[in-house]
């Protein structure tokens, strides 16, 4: 093959014995922005001047609204005998509006004309492919002048081959081995993820499926299989088809990334960025069709730009923090990019075309996808490990919290003593393993007993402790045990200071069966009740009193009330009465109390069992509830 010139004429393309010819370095450009000029107007000697060289093989001019006319002559090897011979003429890129071919006619004047692209219904086309191909007939011993008009609305690119019938079968084939391989990894890859979703049940995979699929439709778009195979009777869907996957592909990528990154704990700032850039990919999707091509084509240009430049960096970031599964993150992102600059190059000429040059954004996407999958199978295998640590943690603080419970019931009486003229039950559920509430008896002589109920505040563990304190300091107190202001005071005295930011709310009393007398002095504590015999009247006492702890010196005073028989006297926590239902309502004294008028006549075991089934119902909680609850019933007998 020789390139011929003459003066004033177009450089001439000889063919020789070659089976493919490139027409980059023989093509000579005319722009007409105004879309005015025809084929007469351009083939005629005033416009044959105006045309210029390429200022590159494959007529890449980046994004614009034009119109260019391209022309390239064409010329038999003179040593050839075979008359006329038939190619193909194919235009490597699918994604041309419209392109219309002009071949001179037997006649002078005379053009046949054929037209292909992405806004001419798919059925019109003279060769059935997804690229722009069109039959093209030498003739023996005469060069021919062809002209090419292309209407861009998008990224203007114009690689022109000239293919012997035999190289384009051989051609074509390569091309669907290799397209047919990278589909199929797209697709297995989709189902296996698909896989890992339904048995995993994580959110990350099914952002990852919903990427790999757009990803793969935009391919589909891009290389002219989707108008081939799946919308050959939708051209102007077709015309923005690859630009609206980009934008659904972008989105989905920074979702999947987000999610893959948890960047939501690792980079906080930059997870309102993608936000951000999601939302702009989302509303681009709809620009998509409400846009010019020409805009819509830069805007999807921009956009992955900026997704590059947001997920790269946040990858480094979180590797630098000691994030494990965001290796196979670079790994993946780093494979696709180096497979983008390749075709990149290839088409700059930088680099020779090879089947890794041509088909490098392909295989870059199809191992990026394999990177991800094993670093999300990665992630899965972290997250485990995770998992079985915190097992492991737990068990071992369940443990703890095992010992600690027995430490716990230990400090609460084994048994209620035996006073004569009264009948004393008490009832207490913790939280949790453990809590803070804490119940004690004492006797002081005969028939007489000293009483008390104490809540530490919060739950849990650090209120096990400080009822454990209380335990403590309530048997240091029990020489004046008679007095329940003095008791009060004393407990008060020995816990400030060792609490820290907590309380203890307590409530102390004293019976005296031989006197009929009780006495009650309260820190900070739900009010005593006293059922009276005659009608049942139900009555609240607090001798009030500042909470345990908070402040020294605090003066408490007793409460005094004769009992009779029959008389009830119920202590409880605020437990009871803040116990929660699923609507957040709590329980209330109004509900407590329209319980205990219920019950009123019923034995305290009997009284305290229906409560516990009342508050289970109410908080829909079956062996727990939200916080520590105790109940002490006294019926005073004959």
Request: with cysteine.
């Amino acid at each position: 093959m020789t390139a011929l010139a003459a003066f004033g004429t177009p450089r001439a393309v000889e063919i020789d014995k070659e089976d493919r010819v490139f027409l980059g370095p023989y093509l000579e450009y005319l722009e007409d922005s105004g879309r005015q000029w025809s084929i007469d107007q351009v083939s005629s000697p005033e416009f044959s001047p105006l045309f210029k060289a390429l200022p590159n093989d494959t007529a890449t001019m980046g994004t614009l609204k034009s119109t260019y006319w391209f022309r390239f002559t064409v010329e038999p090897a003179h040593h050839h005998e075979t008359g006329w011979q038939n190619w193909n003429l194919e235009v490597g890129y699918p994604s041309l509006e419209q392109v219309e071919l002009y071949v001179p006619g037997k006649k002078k004047g005379e053009w046949q004309v054929k037209k292909a692209g992405e806004l001419i219904p798919f059925d019109q086309r003279e060769i059935w492919h997804r690229n722009i191909i069109f039959r093209f007939t030498l003739p023996h011993k005469k060069p021919v002048t062809c002209y090419m008009r292309v209407d861009v609305e998008k990224v203007m690119i114009f690689p022109l081959f000239l293919w012997s019938q035999e190289a384009f079968g051989r051609k074509t084939y390569i091309e669907q081995y290799v397209h047919g391989l990278y589909f199929g990894i797209m697709f297995v890859m989709i189902f296996y993820n698909l896989f890992l979703l339904l048995s995993l049940k994580d959110k990350s995979y099914l952002y990852y499926i919903i990427y790999i699929l757009s990803s793969t439709f935009f391919q589909i778009a891009y290389t002219g299989f989707g108008f081939d195979f799946l919308w050959s009777a939708s051209p102007e869907w077709n015309s923005r088809a690859n630009i609206f996957f980009v934008f659904l592909a972008g989105f989905w990528a920074l979702k999947f990334c987000s999610s893959y990154l948890e960047t939501d704990k690792n980079t906080p700032r930059l997870h309102m960025a993608f936000n951000v850039l999601m939302i702009i990919s989302g509303i681009s999707m709809g620009l998509t069709f409400l846009l010019d091509r020409t805009p819509a084509t830069i805007l999807s240009n921009i956009v992955p730009f900026l997704a590059v430049a947001l997920v790269i960096p946040t990858g480094i970031i979180c590797l630098r923090q000691g994030y494990r599964p965001a290796r196979y993150y670079l790994i993946a992102w780093g494979v696709f990019l180096v497979g983008v600059i390749l075709f990149i190059m290839k088409n700059l000429k930088v680099l020779p075309g090879n089947i890794i040059t041509i088909y490098g954004a392909q295989f870059g996407s199809a191992l990026e996808v394999v990177f991800f999958s094993l670093g999300l199978a990665d992630r899965i295998n972290i997250l485990n490990e995770e998992r079985e640590k915190v097992r492991s943690q737990l068990i071992e603080v369940q443990k703890e919290l095992d010992i600690a419970k027995r430490i716990q019931l230990s400090i609460l009486p084994s048994h209620i003593p035996y006073v004569k003229g009264l009948k004393i039950v008490a009832h207490y559920v913790p939280a949790h393993s453990v809590g803070g509430d804490y119940y004690d008896y004492h006797v002081l002589g005969k028939n007489r007993i000293g009483l008390i109920i104490a809540d530490a505040s919060g739950h849990g563990l650090p209120a096990a402790l400080i009822a454990s304190m209380a335990k403590v300091a309530f048997s240091q107190q029990m020489a004046g045990g008679e007095e329940p202001a003095r008791v009060i005071s004393g407990l008060n005295d020995t816990l400030i200071g060792k609490l820290g930011r907590q309380f203890i709310t307590a409530s102390y009393a004293c019976f005296d069966m031989e006197r009929r007398q009780l006495k009650n002095a309260n820190a900070g504590h739900l009010p005593m009740i006293l059922i009276k015999r005659n009608g049942g009247e139900i009555a609240e006492y607090n001798p009030s009193g500042v909470a345990l702890g908070i402040s020294p010196n605090k003066i408490y005073r007793d409460l005094e009330l004769t009992l009779e028989e029959g008389d009830r006297v119920i202590f409880y926590t605020d437990g009871v009465i803040e116990s929660r239902n699923a609507a957040g309502e709590l329980y209330g004294e109004e509900r407590f109390f329209a319980f205990i008028r219920q019950f009123l006549h019923h034995e305290p075991e009997v009284l305290i069992r229906n409560l516990m089934e009342r508050l289970t119902h109410w908080s829909g909680r079956e062996e727990t509830f939200e916080d520590d609850l105790t109940v002490i019933i006294v019926d005073v007998t004959e």
